[in-house]
């Protein structure tokens, strides 16, 4: 498979990636009721099979529990395996130690020293601020404990400010983990995808496939397979499937 560098590090992760937010999530996708670890192990034991070895996280998925399971599954491949987390802004987190405990729970969660890939989930500022913030993970960064920096839903303008802020540090932005496929191509207009390649940031997209829509499973005759968070997006009504 081939495989995209990183900008710092010569990080190199593979061009396809999977995303984890279902793995262990009971409020949006029914972990436990429609499927369970067993499935779950499956996917990862398929997707190491066929080279795909690169498993996006969250702290928020599952309250943790996404986390937990990779820790769980990368104990039983002896295959090279890099792993991306991330931590959420909340309200009650103001100062940089807030980061560094998020991460510990993170790495702790995961089983793992370090990390490949460290992202900001939303750019929320609230009481901290995008520099304290930033100076937090250029901080892990030189401890050892993530290896790349990135960011998910920044703006152009945010995507800039957090490169910034970094580069005081030498840390350079690697990501910014964006909504992009086929159908939703919002970054091609408003300056995302142009601002990345101007700064060397790799777009990383979540829901190339737009979760599942572009496979061709989803139609307006079989509207019972919508499950999970699916049956809350528009495009899977009867409705929007027959417009897609």
Same mark, same amino acid.
């Given at each position: 498979?081939?495989?995209?560098?990183?900008?710092?590090?010569?990080?190199?992760?593979p061009?396809? $990636?999977?995303?984890?937010?279902?793995?262990?999530?009971?409020?949006f996708?029914?972990y436990g009721?429609?499927?369970?670890?067993?499935?779950?192990?499956?996917?990862?034991?398929?997707?190491?099979a066929?080279?795909?070895?690169?498993?996006?996280?969250?702290?928020?998925?599952?309250?943790?529990?996404?986390e937990?399971?990779? $820790?769980?599954?990368?104990?039983?491949?002896?295959?090279?395996?890099?792993?991306?987390?991330?931590?959420? /802004?909340?309200?009650?987190?103001?100062?940089?130690?807030?980061?560094?405990?998020?991460?510990?729970?993170?790495?702790?969660?995961?089983?793992?020293?370090?990390?490949?890939?460290?992202?900001?989930?939303? /750019?929320?500022?609230?009481?901290?601020?995008?520099?304290?913030?930033?100076?937090?993970?250029?901080?892990?960064?030189?401890?050892?404990?993530?290896?790349?920096?990135?960011?998910?839903?920044?703006?152009?303008?945010?995507?800039?400010?957090?490169?910034?802020?970094?580069?005081?540090?030498?840390?350079?932005?690697?990501?910014?983990?964006?909504?992009?496929?086929?159908?939703?191509?919002?970054?091609?207009?408003?300056g995302?995808?142009?601002?990345?390649?101007?700064l060397?940031?790799?777009?990383?997209?979540?829901? /190339?496939?737009?979760?599942?829509?572009?496979?061709?499973?989803?139609?307006?005759?079989?509207?019972?397979?919508?499950?999970?968070?699916?049956?809350?997006? /528009?495009?899977?009504?009867?409705?929007?499937?027959?417009?897609?």
């Amino acid at each position: 498979m081939q495989s995209n560098q990183l900008s710092v590090r010569n990080i190199q992760l593979p061009n396809l $990636g999977i995303g984890t937010w279902a793995w262990g999530d009971s409020l949006f996708w029914g972990y436990g009721s429609n499927y369970g670890e067993t499935e779950v192990q499956a996917a990862f034991d398929a997707a190491v099979a066929a080279g795909a070895t690169f498993f996006d996280t969250a702290e928020v998925y599952g309250l943790g529990e996404s986390e937990k399971l990779i $820790g769980k599954f990368l104990k039983q491949t002896s295959q090279p395996v890099q792993i991306a987390t991330k931590y959420f /802004p909340l309200p009650w987190r103001f100062n940089r130690d807030a980061v560094a405990e998020a991460l510990t729970a993170s790495l702790d969660r995961l089983d793992v020293e370090q990390v490949a890939l460290y992202q900001v989930h939303m /750019p929320f500022d609230f009481f901290m601020g995008q520099e304290t913030l930033m100076t937090a993970l250029a901080t892990e960064v030189k401890k050892g404990r993530i290896l790349t920096v990135g960011v998910s839903n920044y703006s152009a303008k945010q995507m800039q400010q957090a490169y910034d802020y970094l580069a005081t540090y030498d840390v350079p932005l690697a990501v910014n983990q964006v909504r992009y496929s086929l159908l939703t191509r919002t970054i091609e207009k408003n300056g995302i995808l142009d601002k990345a390649r101007e700064l060397g940031v790799t777009i990383l997209a979540y829901s /190339p496939l737009d979760q599942g829509l572009l496979t061709g499973k989803y139609t307006p005759e079989k509207q019972e397979q919508v499950t999970g968070a699916r049956k809350i997006d /528009p495009k899977f009504s009867a409705s929007g499937l027959k417009k897609n």
